[in-house]
């Protein structure tokens, strides 16, 4: 089960909410106090950090043992003893990343898509691949038992959705969404920290999501921009809740007006205190120092988890998120195919 | 002319807050919105819109079932994962009798289908598609404003939902600011700049005189602002940086200013925590011409201090 916590607007709490969770959600697992005892409670939760632009989720979960690999896209390299000048590859190029100036081949590769057009036409194999860094891709484990992956943007690469497409392809759990895979859906839980936006970034990242947890504050700024990712959800078809981040109170706001509106359920609203914005400054957990945090991220995972369950039970699929999730331990490994 | 974009690297950091004051407090200037998929700028700035325009984006390719003969070149060449085997039931409707009935006796199959959102727009399914069954449409991915503020144009843009080309939108709205700039002989332009570091933080930087970074003491946002300087620094553009909220945390406030002076990085000021902040907001107004209160004052100093470097990166660059 993919759980990608998101919000339009930036600075809403989105790593607060994902790190804190996975905290909650590893412990609760342990601790055995639900309904839901997988075979490998260790292995049961994972957090994936997709906000490669901007990674922060390790200054908070502090992992060890970090293994980190380069992450590359394929640009053309042209062997010029073979090139016909026949302009081909600059015919089918739509992204300007190569041309002929005064008969030789120019490449621009932080223009290049990586769609291989150019290589496909050449009409005498003068294309060869080369590569261009991305980022990084950085792997780790938490003290409170799960594993962190993230990906880091080179600084001064401009296209983050391929480096996001490679973070996603760790997540050990397979979505329950699109694509044809329905076997495994529920037999792990996998937290996604989205970066922000409504553009490719976002959607690269909420795309074959099981849930998204909305991360909204109550201001005309946070309600316009999580009405626009609630619009790119419904394109998707990502069911979704809210939780309110920085609640002055417990009355009804602007969010509750609009959530109330579009029938979007309000799973938590997390308090504004100065103490627990200090808290996250320093780059601490919110659930470790203070016990009615621990308390409001405990009831936010009991709602997720009812909430998927009962998203499962309704949808086509017949394995429930309790059912699988105890079974044999078969379907843990079917998902790291 | 010159121009000052408005970033932070790390979101909700206060970039819009910022700008709206100090495209209130500057005479004369354009403002862009350059954080066209989450605007939020003409939310808090009193404007009249007087011009929209369409916005052209990329393009994308869709298959027409009646031609597909299921070959499978589009999909075996696709590097985005954007063509898939549609089952047949989904597609009948779509089709003609005869080709219906082709279908059930099995005379053609499986089918090809393209999904939008996953599509680059590259065209080479289009251009090694036998049959000319691709169709490839440049789209329509949002519009474009122009309004009548106070002291100036605003320029801004929607991005539709879900759409791509942020990057290419950010830079014709930043050419569209220059050319007005230009014609009323306005001297500045300020960019209120997207979070992250990547392709539209680019798009709003490049060629950009100076850049107004604003941070909030937490150990998150410095990590932030530490990749989008090394990313101003790259595109060559003189860096300030100012704080926000800065008594949440005063030892980490302390420690940035301290950054700044060790990296050489001119620091424009700090802005203390003012629940005036999100009244301005809720308002629909710039936070200085709302309130007189101790974030409004800083605002102004930070402006001042922008101001005066500003000379200096006039005399450095022309």
């Known amino acids: 089960m993919i759980v990608t916590v998101a919000s339009g607007k930036g600075g809403t709490g989105k790593t607060t909410v994902a790190v804190n969770l996975a905290v909650t959600a590893a412990e609760a697992i342990r601790a055995t106090q639900l309904v839901i005892a997988p075979e490998n409670p260790e292995n049961f939760v994972e957090l994936i950090d997709c906000d490669v632009e901007e990674p922060n989720a390790h200054l908070f979960v502090k992992p060890q043992n970090v293994v980190k690999q380069e992450i590359s896209t394929m640009v053309p390299a042209v062997d ?4 016909t000048l026949c302009e081909e590859c600059e015919k089918i190029c739509r992204f300007s990343a190569i041309t002929m100036i005064a008969k030789k081949i120019m490449i621009f590769p932080e223009m290049c898509h990586s769609c291989k057009g150019c290589s496909m036409v050449c009409p005498t194999g003068a294309i060869k691949e080369s590569s261009r860094v991305l980022g990084s891709l950085l792997t780790g484990q938490s003290s409170h038992g799960f594993n962190l992956t993230w990906g880091e943007l080179r600084v001064g690469e401009a296209m983050s959705p391929p480096l996001i497409k490679q973070v996603k392809k760790t997540i050990t759990c397979r979505s329950g969404r699109g694509n044809s895979i329905s076997e495994d859906i529920n037999n792990k839980l996998s937290i996604v920290d989205a970066p922000p936006g409504t553009s490719c970034p976002a959607v690269t990242t909420l795309r074959s999501s099981d849930f998204a947890l909305l991360v909204a504050e109550e201001t005309p700024f946070g309600l316009n921009d999580l009405a626009l990712t609630v619009e790119a959800l419904k394109k998707l078809g990502v069911p979704m809740g809210i939780v309110i981040n920085r609640a002055d109170s417990e009355q009804k706001g602007i969010i509750d007006d609009y959530a109330e509106k579009e029938n979007i359920e309000i799973m938590q609203r997390v308090p504004f ?14 659930v470790n120092e203070l016990p009615e945090m621990k308390q409001c991220f405990k009831e936010l995972y009991l709602k997720i988890v009812s909430r998927i369950t009962q998203n499962a039970k309704e949808s086509k699929y017949k394995k429930t998120f309790t059912k699988t999730a105890t079974s044999s331990s078969d379907n843990s490994i079917v998902g790291r195919s | 002319m010159k121009e000052l974009t408005v970033i932070s690297g790390k979101g909700g950091t206060g970039k819009t807050s910022v700008t709206a004051s100090i495209a209130s407090l500057a005479e004369k200037r354009v403002v862009i919105d350059a954080d066209v998929d989450a605007a939020n700028l003409f939310l808090t700035l009193e404007h009249n819109l007087i011009e929209t325009e369409q916005f052209q984006g990329g393009y994308k390719a869709e298959i027409n079932p009646e031609l597909c003969i299921g070959c499978k070149e589009c999909f075996k060449r696709c590097q985005f994962d954007a063509i898939f085997e549609e089952i047949t039931e989904n597609i009948i409707p779509k089709l003609s009798k005869q080709k219906d009935e082709q279908i059930r006796d099995n005379r053609i199959s499986p089918k090809f289908a393209i999904d939008p959102i996953a599509c680059e727009g590259c065209g080479v399914c289009v251009h090694f598609c036998p049959t000319g069954a691709i169709s490839f449409e440049r789209q329509i991915c949002g519009e474009k404003y122009i309004s009548i503020t106070a002291n100036g144009p605003m320029v801004h843009a929607r991005l539709g939902i879900a759409e791509e080309n942020s990057g290419l939108l950010v830079s014709q709205l930043r050419q569209r600011a220059r050319e007005m700039a230009k014609e009323q002989k306005i001297p500045l332009i300020i960019t209120d700049g997207p979070p992250g570091i990547g392709c539209p933080v680019i798009a709003s930087i490049s060629n950009a005189d100076a850049l107004l970074i604003v941070t909030e ?13 090394k990313l101003g620094r790259q595109m060559n553009a003189a860096i300030y940086v100012c704080i926000n909220k800065a008594d949440l945390n005063k030892e980490i406030s302390e420690n940035i200013k301290e950054f700044c002076f060790d990296n050489n990085i001119k620091f424009a000021g700090e802005i203390p925590f003012d629940r005036a902040v999100v009244e301005s907001m809720k308002m629909g107004k710039a936070l200085v011409t709302y309130s007189d209160g101790a974030a409004s004052k800083a605002v102004k100093e930070v402006w001042e201090n922008v101001r005066l470097f500003m000379g200096d990166t006039m005399e450095r660059v022309f």
């Open chain 2, 217 to 229: 003491p937490a150990l998150s946002a410095i990590h932030d602002m530490k990749r989008v300087i």
């Open chain 1, 80 to 83: 010029m003893a073979l090139c």
């Open chain 1, 273 to 286: 205190s100065r103490e627990a914005a200090k808290i996250c400054s320093k780059g601490l957990l919110l």
